[in-house]
């Protein structure tokens, strides 16, 4: 939306409140995508089962990686064949992303191409500011360490320094022992928060929470408002809600 403007109308596969995980999309979906020219595909799971679906239902439509050479193998907590999907939560990944968008639109409709490359300058310039943001932020934290259900945060932690302690380990909640372990780090690290999103079980966060004294609060890497999401992912990574 922000590079196309008004030349493009984009339709979301996974809608607020949708798990990327377990998503099936519906026919009235299905059928929206036979008007579409184009579909960005960032690696997220249900993309590793549609993708190849949807290329033999849609031969016209053109697919377009925006996660292509961008994930790393980073420890994450998502199991080792998997690749972490959330690169869209490191800015500077963002604005790799951004490129990406900006040469399939101009590829597309190339009459538009220089109304698309002054909206891709400036959201690139917006994503600057915004890194320095978070950089500033978490500067002034009292922390560096933060505690998670789902890994979803995982290159947000390695753009900015930080240490993302997960409670959840390939899909699957803690054992016995796992849970003494990350109750142990927690009260060594003096985790005061413990973040989970909407799409995830709560019950075993709030037992660890009230094992470490800790509370919980929601962060939602799927938040539409990207910047203001991230803004307060930071302040509240860093200490600077409480």
Same mark, same amino acid.
């Given at each position: 939306e922000r590079i196309g403007g008004k030349d493009v109308k984009v339709e979301v596969m996974v809608q607020p409140g949708e798990s990327p995980a377990t998503f099936n999309p519906k026919p009235k979906k299905m059928s929206r995508l036979a008007n579409s020219k184009l579909y960005f595909s960032i690696g997220v799971p249900f993309e590793r089962i549609w993708i190849s679906r949807l290329k033999a239902i849609q031969p016209d439509l053109k697919f377009i990686s925006l996660n292509q050479d961008l994930s790393s193998k980073i420890k994450s907590g998502h199991s080792q064949d998997k690749q972490d999907p959330h690169i869209w939560l490191s800015p500077l990944l963002v604005k790799k992303m951004v490129t990406g968008i900006e040469v399939a639109l101009s590829e597309e409709k190339p009459e538009r191409a220089e109304f698309f490359k002054i909206n891709?300058? &400036? *959201?690139? %310039? /917006?994503?600057? &500011? *915004?890194? %320095? /943001?978070?950089?500033?932020?978490?500067?002034?934290g009292k922390t560096?360490?933060?505690?998670?259900?789902?890994?979803?945060?995982?290159?947000?932690?390695?753009?900015?320094?930080?240490?993302?302690?997960?409670?959840?380990?390939?899909?699957?909640?803690p054992g016995p022992r796992t849970l003494q372990e990350i109750i142990n780090r927690g009260k060594k690290l003096h985790i005061k928060t413990i973040f989970v999103q909407k799409q995830f079980g709560l019950s075993v966060a709030k037992k660890i929470a009230k094992m470490i004294g800790a509370t919980i609060q929601e962060m939602d890497p799927l938040a539409e408002n990207y910047f203001e999401n991230m803004r307060q992912t930071a302040k509240a990574i860093s200490g600077a809600n409480h």
């Amino acid at each position: 939306e922000r590079i196309g403007g008004k030349d493009v109308k984009v339709e979301v596969m996974v809608q607020p409140g949708e798990s990327p995980a377990t998503f099936n999309p519906k026919p009235k979906k299905m059928s929206r995508l036979a008007n579409s020219k184009l579909y960005f595909s960032i690696g997220v799971p249900f993309e590793r089962i549609w993708i190849s679906r949807l290329k033999a239902i849609q031969p016209d439509l053109k697919f377009i990686s925006l996660n292509q050479d961008l994930s790393s193998k980073i420890k994450s907590g998502h199991s080792q064949d998997k690749q972490d999907p959330h690169i869209w939560l490191s800015p500077l990944l963002v604005k790799k992303m951004v490129t990406g968008i900006e040469v399939a639109l101009s590829e597309e409709k190339p009459e538009r191409a220089e109304f698309f490359k002054i909206n891709h300058i &400036t *959201l690139a %310039q /917006e994503l600057d &500011t *915004l890194d %320095q /943001e978070i950089r500033d932020i978490l500067a002034n934290g009292k922390t560096r360490s933060f505690m998670v259900f789902h890994p979803a945060w995982s290159y947000f932690a390695e753009a900015y320094g930080l240490k993302q302690i997960s409670i959840e380990h390939n899909g699957k909640e803690p054992g016995p022992r796992t849970l003494q372990e990350i109750i142990n780090r927690g009260k060594k690290l003096h985790i005061k928060t413990i973040f989970v999103q909407k799409q995830f079980g709560l019950s075993v966060a709030k037992k660890i929470a009230k094992m470490i004294g800790a509370t919980i609060q929601e962060m939602d890497p799927l938040a539409e408002n990207y910047f203001e999401n991230m803004r307060q992912t930071a302040k509240a990574i860093s200490g600077a809600n409480h």
